[in-house]
């Protein structure tokens, strides 16, 4: 049996799916029921959110690698580089947000190199990337979440610990914490998985179901991070729980100590959330972006024994059904991009309108509020496969 990991936009019909043993849990995006592809069968597949399966070139009826390696690409060439945009909701602070981002992205790539050759944790430049960070989304939150969600598949190892504290301090900032707590909350994020880089890399990158055995391996990374960061002078217990607590789940059958909801920390609560939806919404080498309403979807069926109650409902008002940096389509056929949630409305964003309904730029490319009596209403997200355009060079996102 050859086995072959392809996206689900890349199924043809014909196609043998197996079932590769991974529980749903563990792989949430990977569907794994062994049989033939069918339109049907795919058709289910892609609306039920799945973003990868495994299938055996073998049995394959439909051509194997020929038809997943044949897909069209996700993004055309589209001209971005030339389009002017008007201001819109993340004008202001898109270029803060950028050049902030890119350096917390240098900063992830250097602390975690450093960490498996036994260098301490810069604290003092830790925090100083918090605090801008924290200042960033303080003046408008959807730049920095814009471009949690735009950033390089490739980068994914050094940005997710990025992502997560952005998340962070947006949902403690949502939630009112004192300043200082949404600080902790972001600086624990920062650092929530250092102990990865404790981790043998075959067991971290591997492009597939993990083993038992791999997965106890795993597992032990929250612990490493809290010991290697509690040598940092300077680091607070909060913090250090955040670290420590990350996996830790409300119904107690997290890791790695089992703890019950009120036992958490207040940090740990906060990144149980983030860190979950940063993962299944995030591209990673080996598999695509699940649409964030579908990811939130997911977990606010588990909200009752993962989250800690009310987190859910919340991070939902917060994030927005269409999170800022998300494509999407338009009653009347355009295409959009959203540049401001809204969480009184969390499916009513605003838009900046880039396509008409034949898919061709637009010459008038404008900002609406769906949310306005009268205007046009948001139909769906796009996934990447329906893009036509970069978004990340549309908006000079390096």
């Given at each position: 049996?050859?086995?072959?990991?392809?996206?689900?936009?890349?199924?043809?019909p014909g196609m043998f799916i197996i079932n590769s043993g991974a529980t749903w849990k563990d792989n949430p995006y990977l569907y794994s029921r062994e049989g033939v592809a069918t339109e049907a069968l795919i058709e289910k597949i892609l609306h039920d959110g799945y973003t990868e399966v495994v299938?055996?070139?073998?049995?394959?009826?439909?051509?194997?690698?020929?038809?997943?390696?044949?897909?069209?690409?996700?993004?055309?060439?589209?001209?971005?580089?030339?389009?002017?945009?008007?201001?819109?909701?993340?004008?202001?602070?898109?270029?803060?947000?950028?050049?902030?981002?890119?350096?917390?992205?240098?900063?992830?790539?250097?602390?975690?190199?450093?960490?498996?050759?036994?260098?301490?944790?810069?604290?003092?430049?830790?925090?100083?990337?918090?605090?801008?960070?924290?200042?960033?989304?303080?003046?408008?939150?959807?730049?920095?979440?814009?471009?949690?969600?735009?950033?390089?598949?490739?980068?994914?190892?050094?940005?997710?610990?990025?992502?997560?504290?952005?998340?962070?301090?947006?949902?403690?900032?949502?939630?009112?914490?004192?300043?200082?707590?949404?600080?902790?909350?972001?600086?624990?994020?920062?650092?929530?998985?250092?102990?990865?880089?404790?981790?043998?890399?075959?067991?971290?990158?591997?492009?597939?179901?993990?083993?038992?055995?791999?997965?106890?391996?795993?597992?032990?990374?929250?612990?490493?991070?809290?010991?290697?960061?509690?040598?940092?002078?300077?680091?607070?217990?909060?913090?250090?729980?955040?670290?420590?607590?990350h996996h830790e789940r409300f119904d107690g059958k997290g890791y790695p100590r089992s703890l019950p909801g009120d036992q958490i920390s207040h940090a740990g609560r906060v990144l149980a959330v983030v860190d979950v939806y940063d993962a299944l919404s995030s591209r990673h080498p080996y598999k695509?972006?699940?649409?964030?309403?579908?990811?939130?979807?997911?977990?606010?069926?588990?909200?009752?024994?993962?989250?800690?109650?009310?987190?859910?409902?919340?991070?939902?008002?917060?994030?927005?059904?269409?999170?800022?940096?998300?494509?999407?389509?338009?009653?009347?056929?355009?295409?959009?991009?959203?540049?401001?949630?809204?969480?009184?409305?969390?499916?009513?964003?605003?838009?900046?309108?880039?396509?008409?309904?034949?898919?061709?730029?637009?010459?008038?490319?404008?900002?609406?509020?769906?949310?306005?009596?009268?205007?046009?209403?948001?139909?769906?997200?796009?996934?990447?496969?329906?893009?036509?355009?970069?978004?990340?060079?549309?908006?000079?996102?390096?």
């Amino acid at each position: 049996m050859t086995e072959k990991k392809i996206p689900t936009t890349q199924l043809v019909p014909g196609m043998f799916i197996i079932n590769s043993g991974a529980t749903w849990k563990d792989n949430p995006y990977l569907y794994s029921r062994e049989g033939v592809a069918t339109e049907a069968l795919i058709e289910k597949i892609l609306h039920d959110g799945y973003t990868e399966v495994v299938i055996d070139l073998d049995r394959d009826k439909a051509g194997g690698a020929g038809g997943a390696s044949g897909a069209k690409a996700r993004n055309e060439d589209f001209g971005e580089e030339d389009w002017v945009l008007p201001e819109h909701a993340m004008s202001a602070e898109w270029p803060t947000a950028n050049s902030v981002y890119m350096e917390a992205l240098d900063f992830s790539k250097a602390m975690l190199g450093g960490i498996r050759r036994g260098e301490k944790v810069d604290l003092h430049k830790g925090k100083a990337l918090v605090t801008s960070l924290l200042q960033s989304v303080t003046r408008n939150p959807d730049a920095l979440l814009a471009l949690a969600k735009l950033r390089d598949a490739d980068e994914y190892t050094y940005s997710h610990s990025i992502n997560v504290s952005v998340l962070a301090l947006a949902f403690a900032q949502h939630m009112n914490f004192p300043p200082s707590l949404q600080f902790e909350v972001g600086l624990s994020g920062l650092f929530h998985d250092l102990g990865k880089a404790l981790v043998p890399e075959e067991v971290l990158n591997a492009p597939r179901a993990l083993t038992e055995a791999e997965f106890a391996i795993l597992r032990k990374h929250p612990r490493l991070g809290y010991e290697y960061a509690k040598k940092t002078p300077g680091l607070t217990n909060e913090v250090l729980m955040g670290i420590y607590d990350h996996h830790e789940r409300f119904d107690g059958k997290g890791y790695p100590r089992s703890l019950p909801g009120d036992q958490i920390s207040h940090a740990g609560r906060v990144l149980a959330v983030v860190d979950v939806y940063d993962a299944l919404s995030s591209r990673h080498p080996y598999k695509q972006a699940m649409l964030p309403y579908k990811v939130l979807g997911i977990m606010y069926q588990m909200r009752s024994e993962d989250f800690f109650p009310g987190l859910m409902e919340n991070f939902i008002r917060m994030l927005g059904i269409y999170p800022a940096g998300s494509v999407v389509e338009i009653s009347g056929g355009g295409i959009g991009l959203v540049t401001a949630s809204n969480p009184q409305q969390p499916t009513k964003p605003k838009v900046l309108m880039l396509l008409d309904k034949e898919r061709k730029r637009l010459a008038d490319i404008r900002e609406i509020d769906t949310s306005l009596r009268d205007a046009p209403a948001v139909i769906r997200a796009l996934d990447e496969s329906e893009i036509h355009f970069n978004t990340a060079k549309l908006l000079n996102a390096k």
